[in-house]
């Protein structure tokens, strides 16, 4: 019952080690064993460990195969999240419509919202873009009417990305800033990591880089506090565009080292994210030169990920805390 406090506030570490050993003490088939996976589900997921989040998803599946209390419709959607940041957009939309029509059956409103959700970020990575859009808007009004943070703060942040993406980072900016303020007084650090990366994004693509960079330097602080390799690259790509022009040469070691940690993870970037990061990519490069672009991203991505973290800490005058992960 614990688990959406720790996602919230953002002790996923404390979370999964709490429900690993609960997990470990009782292997019988329970309602209470299966809500455990889909914590360890759900906070694997958001620290980059997929492989963890499957194997709690498969057999949370399992249990509920034969215990028709166990609602199914969460074990899904991990699964479908994992399919989706390896890239596999086609299933990931057959997971996650499964757990919508699960949810409609039962006429669960929160889990509807949930599973439209995601249905429309498999429809934006699949690229109907209008149709996310839509999706997004008719979540969010639900989200709105349930009045639930987590909830809605999820669709702000999504439908905010996506305006960032539609080339709109003006209104991408005022959903997350939002999310964020919502965030921030309720004293929630699950989640506030993607909203300041999508402000530092909407920052540096409105042409204020100095915004952008402190954003993008408050967002890499916080998902190293939490573990969350993903946004630790986005947040690193970031902090590299806004050095593009002037320090070329920490850009290239940042968009090496930034490659090489979403490799790790396995999260495949889309077209129109990399198209995000182009110009800037573009600019540091003509500035450096083929030879030179090439050496020093190449040392980029040999860097650990406190390495990585620690260089890009130093540029905003900073010393990194230690903390070392398996990349």
Not at 223 to 238: F, M, N, P, T
Request: proline content about 1%.
């Amino acid at each position: 019952a614990l688990w959406q406090f720790w996602w919230m506030r953002g002790h996923y570490d404390e979370g999964r080690r709490w429900l690993e050993t609960a997990l470990a003490k009782d292997g019988r088939a329970s309602v209470a064993r299966a809500k455990a996976l889909e914590a360890v589900g759900w906070l694997a997921d958001d620290q980059g460990d997929i492989e963890r989040a499957v194997a709690a998803a498969q057999e949370g599946l399992s249990l509920s195969a034969g215990a028709e209390i166990i609602d199914a419709a969460p074990f899904l959607r991990i699964l479908g999240s994992a399919a989706s940041i390896q890239g596999d957009h086609d299933r990931a939309a057959q997971l996650y419509e499964e757990s919508l029509a699960l949810s409609r059956r039962a006429g669960n409103t929160r889990g509807v919202a949930l599973s439209l959700l995601q249905v429309a970020n498999v429809t934006s990575e699949r690229g109907d873009y209008e149709g996310a859009k839509g999706l997004y808007e008719e979540g969010l009004a639900l989200s709105r009417k349930l009045e639930d943070t987590a909830l809605l703060t999820s669709y702000l942040i999504n439908l905010g990305y996506e305006s960032l993406l539609q080339g709109d980072p003006e209104r991408g900016a005022t959903l997350n800033e939002e999310a964020a303020v919502l965030l921030r007084e309720r004293g929630h650090k699950g989640k506030l990591q993607y909203a300041l990366d999508n402000l530092g994004w909407a920052a540096l693509l409105s042409g204020n880089r100095q915004k952008g960079k402190s954003l993008h330097e408050e967002s890499l602080e916080l998902s190293r506090e939490l573990g969350d390799k993903l946004i630790v690259a986005e947040s690193l790509e970031g902090l590299a565009c806004s050095a593009a022009r002037g320090e070329e040469v920490r850009a290239a070691r940042l968009f090496g080292a930034a490659e090489a940690l979403r490799e790790a993870v396995g999260y495949r970037q889309a077209p129109r994210e990399g198209a995000l990061r182009e110009p800037f990519l573009d600019a540091a490069r003509s500035r450096l030169g083929e030879v030179r672009w090439e050496a020093m991203w190449a040392e980029g991505r040999v860097m650990t990920l406190e390495d990585a973290i620690a260089y890009a800490q130093e540029g905003a005058g900073k010393r990194a805390n230690t903390m070392r992960f398996e990349a």
